[in-house]
């Protein structure tokens, strides 16, 4: 495989809470190739906005970098200064934001944000800016995208503008696409829609796409990788079909166990995985998951799993994993 595009190493992240850091990453990894759509799944609170905030060098005022480097082309941009890695944001690396409001300045029209989104192209007018900002909203579902050029965003719908939004971002033709939990405000239908853009766009996009999701179906249907996190740290990587044919970390298991996308009759109660995750101010020694976990040793409570190599593509965090 050609040089990763992007390359998370050994990234620890800790807010700061008074009473002490909250461990959100701890030693995560990863890597995106150009072309590749990476998926990121977890509960809630297991650091996938942190590690993804990392990567666009949007973290909270309160967030310290621990140790770790995210190599951008080769080059850590955590060691840039601040001009050159606002100058990475855009053309680089974009982001598509849960709140589409985060994206769009409400005062001006969306054509005029979406021609300025686009600052960086040279030797193009703004006419035919403003005429590819059409073409890509036309390309994102909707369906007068002249009239939605002329509009300010509180005058669109919500799933309208997460479109536009997601539209605004391809604009910037970035090398590495970054979308945290697109769908969760949308209702199940503008889901599937936006996953559906988003599955078309990965055929004529060059650039790597990571997606922060807590639904499996929308990995199973989108991604070539997952990413697994659990308690602030990745706790299994793999290809799509191994991480759901053949997981070995027993988190990825009970996670795939608990998928609605299982039960084929709508049931009003959903299984979840017994337990909590830990509390990340104090993260517990050994294994993070062993105390949900019915697999769990005292080897696991005391020593820190290693991580497990299955093949060349999967890899588990884990003292029982086995090839
Ligand atoms: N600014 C902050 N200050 C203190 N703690 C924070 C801050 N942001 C996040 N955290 C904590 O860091 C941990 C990881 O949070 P993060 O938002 O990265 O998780 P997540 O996997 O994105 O969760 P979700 O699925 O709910 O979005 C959690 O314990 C969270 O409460
Ligand atoms: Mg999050």
Redo the contacts with the bound molecule.
Sequence with gaps: MSAALLRVENLSIG?D?GIGQ?Q??RAANLEAHGGEVIGIV??????????VAALINLL?P??HVNSGAIYYKGTDILTMDRESQRHLRGPDIAMVFQDPMTTFNPVITLGDQLVDFQHHIDGVSNAEKRKRAGELLARAGIPDPELCLRRYPHELSGGMRQRASIAAALLMTPNVLVA??PTTALDVTMEAQIIHLLRELRTDYQGAIIV?T?HLGVVAELCDRVYV?YA?QVVEQGLVDDIYHAPKHPYTRALIACDPAHFEEHTPILPTIAGRVPN?LYPPKGCSFADRCDMATSRCREITPPWVRISETQYALCHEARP
């Design positions: 807010y809470a909250i959100a990453l977890g509960e809630s609170g297991c650091g996938k906005s942190t590690l909270a309160n967030a945290d939990e922060v807590h996190m602030g990340l």
